[in-house]
């Protein structure tokens, strides 16, 4: 009687399997007969419908629809009203678990008590706190969290004759990308490395589709789809209909109707590889960097793994094929291979080992290609190290300073030693911020934990005090402090991370004045002159994208300057996060870099003066009359924008502090960092700007 299944909870899907009588792991339908259940909650019902009836709603432009939540697991900010009540991203997944688990119950005719949840492998402390918190509102005693591309390993993996083998997982689905290497032998998957992207998945592909598809319809009707959210889902449906259509055959054809109006267009698959170009080279180097960690090159490897439904895309399975050499492994479905994996990890939990008598077992459609025989044990790896804010020596600055490195097998635990001063017995009490994160910034990482520890003994005016912390084989984060001179263990309390921390990025000892999170009007003015064209352009048109991700639309409105010789207003600021989406999407090199003639234009954007007002620049050269574009920022700074700068490529990083507001708002990026650049700018601009103003 399986009492225990495994979950793949999933930013667009989810599925439930469990071992069978026979010792296969085996997908256990939904009421509807499915394998999958859609992860979409439609609200306009009582109960709430879950999976392929609420997709159905959410189609038909039903508003009281929740989806896409995963991303938002663990984040206070995130919450949605139904029925005057507030759901976060945790009690959301709670409803889709529920359902899983009554559904498994009617399939399986028993109690479904315990489960493994799989969740991406760069989830962080909170996101995975909050999977499991899901699972126990769901009445799930939740065993284990164990990392998707683990799972697929492990659905994959079990051993052909015990080969040892070293594969790269490229696990691509509707929301996230996830790249991992595992090593895998008759007893474990150990995973080497991990790479990913919580923000590109298969939705990307579709929204530049419907973004080409409702461009042509504004043009040849004067309808624009993109300013009716109920048009807007349509094209949406269609388009990921046409990207389907379009991994089976070389052209979809797709017809728009809104109102009376009814259009038809063609979209050939060359013409569709052509448009994500840039999406998909992204996961090509999150691929490459995963690969360097692991210090494996594409020769080493004996295979590569897809998992996710966008996998199915031809371009991927080419992207694969010219790099490994070979096809991919075949044999398992896509979709349900992490939800596999998840089943054999709750047998082994459950303590029903895979070596035993048992049959073994394949996997996959007709002609399995892996006799899947049961691997004992998973080494899992956390994508993010683990650190504690610290005053630099110098006393200059706070960093990050990192205690147990990523890609470390979990469980792992490591200590520091810090110094601690004691003020003659005034100051027992210690505060610590734990990060994730790999900069010495701490505003680049994010700040997972507060730890208050209290009793610490006057010995000596400078105490050295012991901390350790450590990763669960969940992943889940403890930390303990133990006065060294002492030995005793420090008393330990648990406090909310303030929302504003703008203050690790000033001088310990400045005291920021605080300030009103006002709204907010920024303007991007992005370099497009023709040394942007390629990789440059595709790399800053994805960190833009993650920007806008993290860009908190109720209170923002965010606009789009192009320059090169021209000037091009994309987008006037909008709260309208998909018209500034689909302006990125247009934006072509050309030409060179009248920077000057930007600024002046974002300037007069910038007037309305009831709001705190940004440009970003973002730049890869020397601008064409680079005094001229100094003055304007000038006067834009006079006239309170604050101004940052981010350079690639040839950008000057004096030029770029001749423009910014502040020595901390003018960065120069390698390639590569650009999204965490953006990253790091959009969290400061929704902390309020503090630590871009000017130090005393
Ligand atoms: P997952 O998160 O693994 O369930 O993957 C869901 C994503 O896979 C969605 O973006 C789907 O549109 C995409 N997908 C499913 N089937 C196909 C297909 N045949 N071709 C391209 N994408 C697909």
Known sequence: MPTFVGIDLGTTNSVVAARNAYGRPEVIANRDGRNITPSVIYFGSTPPA?????????????????????????????????????????????????????DAEAKLGSPVEHAVITVPAYFADAQRKATMEAGRLAGLDVRRIINEPTAAALAYGLQKSGVEETVLIYDLGGGTFDVTVARITPDEVAVLSTAG?????????????ATYLAEKFAADTGLDPLDDPVALNEVLTLAEQAKWTLSERTSARITIQIGQQRKSYELARAEFEVMTFALMDRTRRLTEEALEESGLTWKRLSGVLLVGGSTRMPMVRSYVKEMAGQDPRAGVNVDEVVALGAAIQAAIEAGEGADDARPRFTLGGKQPQYTLAGARKVVDVMSHSLGAVAVSPDG????????????????????KVYLHETHGGRNEKLEIYLTQGES?????????GKYVFTGIRATDAEVRVDVAMSYDVNGVVQVHATQRDTGHALQMKVEAVPDDLSWLGLPPSFDPARAPADPTRIYLLMDVSASMAGTPLVEAQQAARAFLDKCDFTSTEVGLISFSDEVTLQAEATDNVRKVQAALARLEPDGTTNL??????????????????????????????????????????????EIVA???????????????????????????????????????????????RKLP
């Open 596 to 641: 000057s003639d930007a600024i002046e234009l974002a300037r007069q954007k910038l007037n309305r003066l009831d709001r705190t007002r940004y440009m970003v620049i973002l730049t890869d050269g020397y601008p064409d009359a680079a005094e001229s574009a100094a003055e304007q920022a000038a006067r834009a700074r006079g006239e309170g924008v």
């Open 197 to 209: 992207d919580r923000d590109l998945g298969g939705k990307d592909w579709d929204d530049l589709i």
């Open 50 to 102: 879950v999976g392929d009836e609420a997709k159905e709603w959410a189609r038909l432009g039903n508003e009281q629809i929740a989806s896409f939540f995963k991303p938002h697991m663990g984040s206070p900010l995130y919450r949605l009203r139904f029925d005057g009540r507030d759901y976060d991203a945790t009690d959301l997944s709670a409803l889709i678990l529920g359902r899983l688990k009554e």
């Open 646 to 692: 981010i350079g690639m490529g040839d950008a000057d990083l004096a030029y770029l502090r001749r423009l910014a507001s502040t020595e901390e708002g003018s960065i120069f990026a390698r390639q590569g960092e650009l999204v965490g650049a953006f990253g790091h700018i959009a969290r400061v601009i929704a902390e309020g700007g503090r630590s871009l």
């Open 396 to 415: 200059s600055s706070y960093v990050n300073d990192v205690i147990i490195r990523r890609n470390l097998p979990i469980p792992a635990e490591d200590r």
């Open 440 to 448: 010495t910034r701490p505003l680049d990482c994010s700040v997972i």
